[in-house]
């Protein structure tokens, strides 16, 4: 088996594999150090954390993360306190993407002996329609190009990555959506500002604050797609974010340094299907959601669970007609397309208020109080905020 991409499906895959006996080797194009710290989700939902759990790969997630049971909405100068636990009996688990990608690693090289090659380069797929793909890449050390032949090839190198662009184009179509709008993330030196995930609906645009760990937050600006990170010094960031995240009464925010300060195009797609002869595609490598709805990496570990199972089934015999391995597709989409239409619709809470249509403010302010008008609308927000559906 070959994994391309070493992000948290590819490890999670690779570790479902080790742990079935199944010989692997994982390529990653960067260094394990730089893999290990690459900021970017920190929201989990409780029931991939306890999809981790059963596979033996969420020990230290489950001592040091922490539990989140409500958010905060703060629009027309107020803020409005969404308990969700209350509503579904469920919770969110906040750990940084680096430090499950760090867990991940350690469990599949140093624990159960995966083999994982860092700083690979030029990796490309052959052969995926045949019975014995392959994989060839350039080795960091000597130059010399490689070549792995396998029964598989997982395609988990993430939305830039060379997976997706060797199936076939008469046999895939890619669904994408643009939302128009830009995101400045941010990372900041500072304790959180509320205890609680914070989404701010302004006519300036949305701002969101997001706890990460006691030392770190996340925050967003809506800002124009395509925007210089430059545009945004220090002091404009504080004062916008003072201002769409206002309400009676809060605390002030607790600034700090920023270290981190990108922009990010809100856009989505879909490959359908996610596999073509014997090279299947997992996380963002497949689709690819924008973050309003923190569900990328969910989506990503989905995948994986249930990609790797299906693996290590139809390579140790348990299924030796690969029936899960025919359903892997079918089965992945129908979350990911719930997971991108609940997106889409919180786009609109989010961002409708700042696109300078009155009639979309009026609409969009109206679903955001019916959240905290009508128990059935609670239910339904906080079911697909969760992932708690029972069916997809
Ligand atoms: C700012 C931001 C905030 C986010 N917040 C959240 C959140 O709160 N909750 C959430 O669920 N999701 C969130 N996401 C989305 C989440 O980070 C991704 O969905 C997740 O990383 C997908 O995991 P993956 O394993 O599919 O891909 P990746 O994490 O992208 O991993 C792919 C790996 O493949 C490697 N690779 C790429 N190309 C090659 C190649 N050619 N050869 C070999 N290796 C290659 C990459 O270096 C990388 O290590 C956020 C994303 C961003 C950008």
New binding site residues.
Partial sequence: MVV?????????VGNILRAAGVDCVV????TRE??ER????????EWAVHALDRRGLATTLLARAERHTACAFRFEGEQHRFEYREVTGSHHFVYP?PLL?TDLVREYADVRGGDIRFG????EPHAVESDRPAVS?TCPDTGRRRLLRCDYIAG????????RAVLPEDRVRVARHDYGIG?L?LLAEAPPSSDCVLFGVHADGFAGQ?PRSPEVT?Y?LQCPPGDDPDNWPHDRVWTQLRRRLAATGAAPLTEGRLTEK?V?DMHDYVVEPMAVGRLFL?????H??A?IA????????H??FLLGDALAARLTGADPNGRALADYSQACLRRVWDYQEFSQWLSEVYHGAAAGDPFRTGTSLARLRRLFTSRQAAAAFAEQYLGTAERY
Avoid at 38 to 45: C, F, L, S, Y
Avoid at 294 to 301: D, F
């Fill in positions: 391309v991409g070493a992000g948290p499906a590819g490890l999670t390529l990653e194009c960067e730089f893999i690459r900021p970017r989700a920190g929201v989990i939902e993407q990608v690979v380069r030029d990796v890449y988990c190198d993430g939305a830039r990555g060379v997976s995101w993330a997001m996340r967003y990108r990010l997992a996380g963002d490598a497949a690819l959601v973050p923190a569900k990328g990496m969910n989506l990503a570990l995948d994986a």
